[in-house]
Nanobody
Framework: QVQFVESGGGLVQPGGSLRLSCVASGSISSIGAMGWSRQAPGKQRERVAT????????NYLDSVKGRFTISRDNAKNTLYLEMNSLKPEDTAVYYC????????????WGQGTQVTISS
């Protein structure tokens, strides 16, 4: 099994930046593609960004393209989400997640980290 611990959230003014981190532990060698999703109060969870394990191919939610960058450091077992030009609509709890590279099954998500964009 794999566990995730997210950090880096906080309160930031519109236009500001944050860098989220997600440290994985457990059966690290089985981790395949990883990603970040978010859920705002009263809204459905949405996938923000994903990154593959083999080639580091990335995909982004249209509303964050050009502002967010997902990356992973496999040596540190850490997934990152660099967020710039933040907007109030980016306010949400952000979660990291991953799938097993052999079975495609999803691991349990972490507890999330709160991001609040407000002046």
């Amino acid at each position: 099994q794999v566990q995730f611990v997210e950090s880096g959230g906080g309160l930031v003014q519109p236009g500001g930046s944050l860098r989220l981190s997600c440290v994985a532990s457990g059966s690290i060698s089985s981790i395949g593609a990883m990603g970040w999703s978010r859920q705002a109060p009263g809204k459905q969870r949405e996938r923000v960004a994903t990154i593959t394990d083999a080639f580091g191919t990335t995909n982004y939610l249209d509303s964050v393209k050009g502002r967010f960058t997902i990356s992973r450091d496999n040596a540190k077992n850490t997934l990152y989400l660099e967020m710039n030009s933040l907007k109030p609509e980016d306010t949400a709890v952000y979660y990291c997640h991953a799938v097993n590279r052999y079975t495609g099954s999803s691991y349990n998500w972490g507890q999330g980290t709160q991001v609040t964009i407000s002046s």
